[in-house]
Nanobody, 124 residues
Framework: VQLQASGGGLVQAGGSLRLSCAVSGRSSSNYDMGWFRQAPGKEREFVGAINRSGTDTDYADSMKGRFTISRDNAKNTGYLQMNSLKREDTAVYYC??????????????????WGQGTLVTVSS
């Protein structure tokens, strides 16, 4: 399974971006999908996730109300819609996929597959 994230770029504070994550190798309906990010000099952090059927989502507190995760299994693609972007949202964003939950951390635990990352830069 391979994941290809795209859609990153430069945006002004308050603007929006939509990231995509294309899944290849197997149907995306086999996987929960998550998004993580890593800002310069900081640890990687959980952004949000969606279950394989698209009926359940989870978000980090700082993203709730601004970010929306969705998926289209017919297109084998997941999405991260980011609105009201802030400078502190500047980071490399990674899409991930997992076959199952491995521990008691819900969607914030281990993922099996990772994409290469796409850079989002928010300017003031």
């Amino acid at each position: 399974v391979q994941l290809q994230a795209s859609g990153g770029g430069l945006v002004q504070a308050g603007g929006s971006l939509r990231l995509s994550c294309a899944v290849s190798g197997r149907s995306s309906s086999n996987y929960d999908m998550g998004w993580f990010r890593q800002a310069p000099g900081k640890e990687r952090e959980f952004v949000g996730a969606i279950n394989r059927s698209g009926t359940d989502t989870d978000y980090a507190d700082s993203m709730k109300g601004r970010f929306t995760i969705s998926r289209d299994n017919a297109k084998n693609t997941g999405y991260l819609q980011m609105n009201s972007l802030k400078r502190e949202d500047t980071a490399v964003y990674y899409c991930t996929a997992r076959v199952r939950q491995y521990d008691n951390r819900g969607y914030r635990g281990k993922y099996d597959y990772w994409g290469q990352g796409t850079l989002v830069t928010v300017s003031s």
